[in-house]
């Protein structure tokens, strides 16, 4: 067994130079990657369309069936879904139905999450609504069946440009591989920015369960301005419209609990959403709650298909930032979805391709009136328990939503505006579980927590876009923090084992005599180098800095001493050149008789 050599950098590099034809062999992987050939064209194909790799193998036997009974759930709870969301993207509510249907139908097509529900989600819509609403605040354009696209409301055309631009960054973004952007919001500021979402989104909502009108706000602190006014018109609350907002809250809250509780016994949920949409339409048809009791409703849902027609440019530059921000947080919501279903079910989903097929799913949407989509958890646990095993679902809940436009839009036009508003607060509960992140994040991780309560505290305060970049540039931070601040540790073998751990944590181990084993829990760099020097000084037992003086002192002796020997054998060899070249002297003989 031959011993190891210890090589410095120079030394390394004589004994294995690095290679000197990097640029030919980048050429050639270029002109391989430029090449067209039919291998690469159908590679090429299949990447950007996976749905032509899957469906002609698609298992009918196995996964047909639950994926018809998971789409036919699905569509149902997004029919209420969409109808009230839309109310939250401060639009009328048929355009929550276009918005389920023709993104959904894209991203079924160029998705590879098999689990996920895209469609209209509570976080994006609300964040579109505080720029429709800030840009158009008085919008009061209503749709019926006649309408040409030039009738089209001032908001439901901000909603299209916003949509348009947030397709088109996801797009390009996913095409130049930028999917690892979602590695920069951490899981404590996704949470944490939800979290205070919902809040913003809750308080929307009061206006519709107490039946006020309230003015709406975009600006920093406008939550506590909203909720100031809120308060401030409890006394004209309209009673019809509590009563029927908190009864829905109560039942729908009732039935899902009962859902979660015997899941194992029945195969389809409740459709809680859906029937608490038809009694109430019912009981307000009958009673006439609108004119009678005063209570807002829905209004005229135009029933049909629209014609695609093009965003208006002229308000791009009105809501660039804007959809900049949706753009990375609708993304970011789904694809953290669909890694944990891709987990769980034993595949794999592409970060880019997701990006890109998102992207496309708003800008094509973006044409037909709708607003911009996401991926909502409670939908995509409803599709995964129920049987859900490929994109076919999202095709079938489609087919569910464009019956909905095409017959049954006109028999909703008498649904309350407050059971839409408890349709969304109730199908919040599971982001305020977030909350117990707090208790939990104290616990393991004192950092995250900051980033969870600072993003919290900013969305609050400052509304959803600035917050968001407050938190983004909070997290970058203390990213920079951790690796200013590493944890330093000298390891010791556990007995026994080849495990090692802090000796400084762990009693059991030992500290291998003659070797010191030293982790840094980052990566070295310039900016810590510093540190990280001074660490492994302090933890050698050793002082290093005395050591390395002698070691110099040394070493400028040895030098010394070798300059006076190169001396003295230089000046002997110059002796010996200059005796060589001198003529040698004659020399007598006597000879003696």
């Not at 899957?54 to 699905?74: A, C, M, R, T």
């Not at 509780?261 to 809680?272: E, G, L, Q, V």
């Not at 609050?460 to 330093?488: C, E, K, M, W």
Request: hydrophobic share 50%; net charge positive.
């Amino acid at each position: 067994m031959t011993a190891s050599l210890v090589l410095s950098e120079a030394e390394l590099e004589n004994v294995a130079p690095k290679s000197t034809d990097r640029g030919p062999r980048l050429l050639t992987r270029m002109r391989r990657r430029l090449r067209c050939s039919g291998p690469i064209a159908k590679s090429f194909l299949l990447k950007f369309i996976p749905i032509l790799s899957w469906l002609p193998h698609y298992p009918f036997k196995e996964w047909l069936l639950g994926d018809v009974i998971s789409g036919l759930s699905v569509g149902i709870i997004q029919l209420p879904q969409g109808l009230a969301y839309a109310l939250l993207a401060g639009v009328p509510p048929v355009f929550g139905l276009y918005s389920s249907f023709y993104p959904v139908i894209i991203y079924s097509i160029f998705g590879t999450s098999r689990h996920i529900s895209p469609g209209t989600f509570a976080v994006i819509s609300v964040m579109v609504g505080s720029v429709t609403e800030s840009l158009v605040p008085n919008d009061t354009v209503v749709l019926t069946g006649n309408d040409s696209v030039t009738d089209v409301g001032d908001r439901v055309a901000v909603a299209a440009a916003l949509t348009f631009l947030v397709g088109l960054f996801q797009i390009v973004l996913g095409l130049v591989q930028f999917g690892f952007v979602v590695t920069y919001l951490s899981e404590p500021l996704i949470r944490g920015y939800t979290t205070a979402a919902a809040i913003h989104v809750t308080v929307s909502q009061l206006k519709s369960i107490l039946g006020v009108s309230v003015m709406q706000r975009s600006n920093a602190l406008s939550l506590i301005y909203t909720v100031i006014e809120v308060c401030s018109k409890i006394p004209e609350t309209n009673p019809a419209s509590l009563i029927t907002g908190l009864i829905a809250i109560f039942v729908m809250f009732a039935v899902k609990y009962l859902n979660v509780k015997y899941n194992s016994k029945i195969r389809m949920p409740i459709p809680i959403e859906l029937l608490t949409l038809i009694v109430a339409t019912g009981i307000s048809y009958g009673v006439n709650l609108n004119k009678t009791y005063g209570v807002d409703i829905v209004g005229v849902i135009p029933v049909g298909m629209k014609a695609p027609v093009l965003p208006r440019t002229e308000l791009f530059a009105k809501v660039v930032g804007n959809a900049f921000a949706i753009a990375v947080v609708a993304y970011a919501f789904t694809i953290s979805l669909a890694k944990m279903f891709a987990v769980k079910h034993g595949y794999v989903v592409d970060n880019n391709q997701e990006l890109f097929a998102l992207g496309l799913s708003n800008f094509v949407g973006s044409f037909f009136h709708c607003f911009t989509i996401g991926t909502a958890m409670s939908r995509s646990l409803v599709q995964e328990s129920t049987g859900g095993n490929s994109q076919v679902a999202g095709v079938v809940s489609c087919l569910v939503i464009l019956v909905i436009i095409l017959k049954a839009g006109q028999l909703f036009e008498t649904l309350p505006k407050a059971i839409l508003a408890a349709v969304v607060i109730v199908n919040l509960k599971g982001i305020y579980k977030q909350f117990l992140d707090i208790p939990a994040l104290w616990r393991t991780n004192r950092i995250d927590l900051l980033v969870w309560l600072v993003t919290f505290v900013s969305t609050i305060l400052l509304n959803l876009d600035i917050g968001l970049g407050v938190s983004v540039a909070f997290s970058l931070l203390t990213v920079i923090f951790r690796t200013q601040l590493p944890h330093y540790s000298v390891l010791g073998q556990i007995s026994n084992t080849d495990i090692y751990r802090d000796v400084s944590k762990y009693t059991q181990a030992k500290e291998i005599p003659g070797i010191k084993i030293f982790r840094s829990s980052c990566t070295l760099y310039f900016a810590n180098a510093d540190l990280y020097a001074d660490a492994v000084k302090k933890m050698s037992g050793l002082d290093v800095d005395k050591l390395i003086a002698m070691k110099k002192k040394a070493v400028k002796k040895q030098k010394r001493m070798q300059e006076k020997n190169e001396k003295k054998a230089a000046k002997e060899t110059q002796l010996k050149h200059r005796g060589a070249g001198k003529p040698e002297k004659a020399s007598l003989s006597f000879i003696y008789p």
